[in-house]
T-cell receptor, first 115, second 103 residues
């Protein structure tokens, strides 16, 4: 149990376009989902925390108008990178927190390359 | 905010060797977890260990909350253990230990 599906796993987009990344909890309800960003050989950096039905809470320095997060249901959160630029190229990972037990379950990650 | 430092930053082992990874945190933490990130990026939750000792197969972890550190032990390492090991307190991830196990 506790599977989180993240799609796409890889995406290449042109500069100026938008990209949507989906994160789904397949067999549990996730009241809270987290989005992380990871640059090569660096640790994960929390971008934002999203709670179902409410606005996401962004970490300091993360542009909320650029990284749009929607958590419309207990099983789905999306991250949209708007007007992507090459510096947005990174590895994005979502995770979900189960309601009945503590612990994060992570998606498989999305490698975004903006050309 | 809390700072989470890990050591060593890089580690190369011969298959079968044992190792100890350390995680230091700058302030008291209520929740501490260890994760393994495989070479493909997938993160696996290894232990939720705010205090005490836990074991799971060849892996074990100990957290001494009063002294603000946690240790991850890997025994009889295998090539599949390669990857990056992170400790995390709540949403704050440590700097990671990059492990490579050689056949």
């Amino acid at each position: 149990g506790a599977v989180v599906s993240q799609h796409p796993s890889r995406v290449i987009c042109k500069s100026g376009t938008s990209v949507k990344i989906e994160c789904r909890s397949l067999d549990f309800q996730a009241t809270t989902m987290f989005w992380y960003r990871q640059f090569p050989k660096q640790s994960l950096m929390l971008m934002a925390t999203s709670n179902e039905g409410s606005k996401a809470t962004y970490e300091q320095g993360v542009e909320k108008d650029k990284f749009l997060i929607n958590h419309a249901s207990l099983t789905l959160s999306t991250l949209t990178v708007t007007s992507a630029h090459p510096e947005d190229s990174s590895f994005y990972i979502c995770s979900a927190s189960r309601t009945e037990t503590y612990g994060y379950t992570f998606g498989s990650g999305t490698r975004l390359t903006v050309v | 905010g809390i700072q989470v430092e890990q050591s060593p930053p890089d580690l190369i082992l011969q298959e079968g060797a044992n190792s100890t990874l350390r995680c230091n945190f700058s302030d008291s933490v209520n929740n501490l977890q260890w994760f393994h990130q495989n070479p493909w990026g997938q993160l696996i939750n290894l232990f939720y260990i705010p205090s005490g000792t836990k074991q799971n197969g060849r892996l074990s972890a100990t957290t001494v909350a009063t002294e603000r550190y946690s240790l991850l032990y890997i025994s009889s390492s295998q090539t599949t253990d390669s990857g990056v090991y992170f400790c995390a307190s709540e949403d704050i991830f440590g700097t990671g230990t990059r492990l490579k196990v050689l056949a």
